[in-house]
């Protein structure tokens, strides 16, 4: 086809160059028919002469019938060369000059308007043609530049193995850029220390150069603290660290990696040969580095939560092994200070009953009050193997009535409740699900505080309520009694905590006991009250299957 183009034209040799996207240096050159000498003057002056840059810049079409006395032309290599007729033509494209034709005749007066018409038409036609080709490239790059993207991110969901990512992302960054090396280093986030963290095509020596390597105002340095990318097209002139001259890099580029709007990171891409970055290249990679470094968040975030997750778990069950001890502790020493109690309070039983007429006065009180704390060990011993039995009877849980439970510890307190002219409030209390020992010994404890704590109450008054509260009930157990100042409300449930104004007898750990029982069934406790306003206390508990509203 160029030869038809020649010789439609009638000229005595032809060239085509084609300019890269910038314009500024030829991509693609085709000659045909030019003596060698002349092609050898031509390169000296960078393949593009005065006429040729002429026609690039302005689209114009240049002819010169007599070049050998045309001022424009006669110094210039086509005169050297014996030529005597030239035409220019632009290739264009949607306005824009992409190229130009150019031809030469020895014959003068070679091109007139048919010839310029022709090579006009022509240069329409490779125009179009080029742009064609240029659009598909493009295409084809922005498809594969958004696969990068898309491989680097897919690897991001799939894994959250650090490692994996960074190599991932490493290779696909060659294989579109299509350059030698590339390097991540990754700052920790907390000692702010750089650290390699995955090459590709560098030397074991110069990856160790790089390794815990920082360069106070060095390259990395720059980037970590603009943010933006440090690129060097050509590595001649410019102060590098001499690792780096060494490793024989030309054109290096570093790119942040961004995570949460910080720079998490640097990668650093390279080549040998000077190879220019174009700006469509440094776009990608820094996109590339924002996914990177959004996926290194994400992937530290991961760590950073499983970490915490198994932290938790391994003190769960430490906690949980050194609760047991404990209990079983408990339970040992309450176990066996029950044997020599008894033994304590027959001994003061029997010198009380056989040696009476032998004590005095003085003798007979210490006698009553060794018995009278006796008593209250044996209490606090009872409560104490009750406290660590919680959770450990093997009951099965069932169906109990909130209100059968009160009516039977009213029953069996009846004498005191009404000494003390307490008017007690309960009804249509709910149905509850669990062990009712558990229950029992709750409410047991409850109740049994409320009526304890009354004080000089007038009007004592306790009510049992409940409020529904979907999978559980809230349960209420209000006295107008002493009341709690509000700095003690969560110290009473420890155990042995008494406040201490209070006179009434006790061991401290009844309140433990109701919390033990109703977070072992998943329910929660606590109180509210002000010191002389009578105490709510509240605990959610599990409703019985009937209770579930349909
Ligand atoms: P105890 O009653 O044996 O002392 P508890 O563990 O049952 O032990 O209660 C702990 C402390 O909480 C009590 O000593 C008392 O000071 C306070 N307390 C508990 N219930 C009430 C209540 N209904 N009103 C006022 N104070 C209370």
């Not at 560098?202 to 943010?227: N, W």
């Amino acid at each position: 086809m160029w030869d038809k183009v020649i010789q439609s034209i009638n000229a005595d040799a032809a060239s085509l160059r084609v300019m890269n996207t910038e314009g500024d240096r030829v991509e693609f050159a085709a000659d045909k028919g030019f003596p060698q000498r002349y092609l050898d003057e031509r390169s000296q002056v960078g393949n593009l002469g005065k006429v040729s840059r002429r026609v690039l810049s302005t689209g114009e079409v240049v002819v010169s019938g007599d070049i050998q006395h045309d001022p424009a032309f006669k110094d210039g290599i086509s005169a050297r060369a014996g030529f005597n007729s030239v035409i220019y033509a632009p290739i264009m494209a949607k306005g824009r000059v992409l190229g130009l034709l150019h031809m030469v005749s020895r014959t003068p007066h070679r091109f007139y308007d048919r010839e310029r018409d022709i090579l006009v038409a022509i240069g329409q036609q490779i125009g179009a043609a080029l742009e064609n080709v240029r659009l598909f490239q493009e295409t084809e790059r922005r498809a594969q530049e958004q696969a990068v993207l898309n491989a680097i991110a897919r690897a991001t969901s799939q894994s959250l193995d650090l490692d994996e990512l960074l190599q991932i992302s490493l290779d696909k960054v060659l294989e579109v850029t299509g350059r030698e090396r590339a390097y991540i280093r990754l700052k920790d986030p907390e000692t702010g220390e750089v650290t390699l963290a995955a090459h590709r095509g560098i030397s074991k020596e110069y990856a160790e150069t790089l390794v815990h390597k920082r360069t106070p105002g060095g390259k990395s340095d720059q980037v970590f603290e603009t943010g933006k990318p440090l690129i060097i097209n050509d590595i001649e002139g410019t102060i590098l660290k001499e690792e780096t001259r060494r490793e024989g890099s030309n054109s290096i580029g570093w790119f942040p990696l961004r995570g949460r709007g910080e720079v998490v990171g640097i990668l650093t891409v390279s080549t040998s040969e000077s190879k220019p970055f174009e700006p469509r290249e440094v776009e990608l990679l820094q996109a590339v580095g924002n996914v990177i470094g959004v996926a290194l968040e994400n992937a530290r975030l991961f760590e950073d939560s499983n970490r915490l997750v198994k932290e938790l778990k391994g003190l769960t069950e430490l906690l949980g092994t050194k609760n047991k001890e404990l209990d079983t502790f408990v339970y040992t020493v309450s176990h066996d200070l029950k044997a020599p109690l008894v033994t304590l309070q027959g001994m003061a039983d029997l010198l009380l009953s056989e040696y009476e007429g032998k004590l005095d006065e003085q003798g007979r009180h210490y006698l009553d009050r060794l018995k009278a704390n006796a008593q209250q060990m044996e209490q606090l011993v009872l409560d104490l193997l009750a406290l660590s039995r919680v959770g450990k009877e093997g009951h099965s849980p069932e169906e109990v009535s909130l209100d059968q439970v009160v009516e039977d510890l009213l029953l069996e307190w009846g004498e005191t409740i009404r000494v003390r002219g307490i008017r007690v409030v309960h009804h249509g209390l709910p149905t509850l699900w669990g062990v009712r020992t558990h229950i029992e010994q709750v409410m047991t404890n409850l109740l049994g505080n409320a009526v304890k704590y009354l004080g000089d109450s007038a009007a004592p008054v306790i009510e049992i309520g409940a409020k529904d509260g979907g999978e559980m009930v809230e349960c209420t157990v209000r006295d107008n009694g002493i009341g709690i100042d509000p700095a003690y409300h969560e110290k009473i449930f420890e155990i042995f905590q008494r406040l201490k104004e209070t006179e009434a007898e006790g061991t401290g750990v009844g309140l433990a006991i109701v919390k033990k029982i109703i977070e072992g069934a998943g329910g929660r406790t606590w109180v509210e009250s002000a010191k002389g306003q009578g105490s709510t206390f509240h605990f959610t508990w599990l409703k019985a299957q009937k209770e579930m509203k349909t």
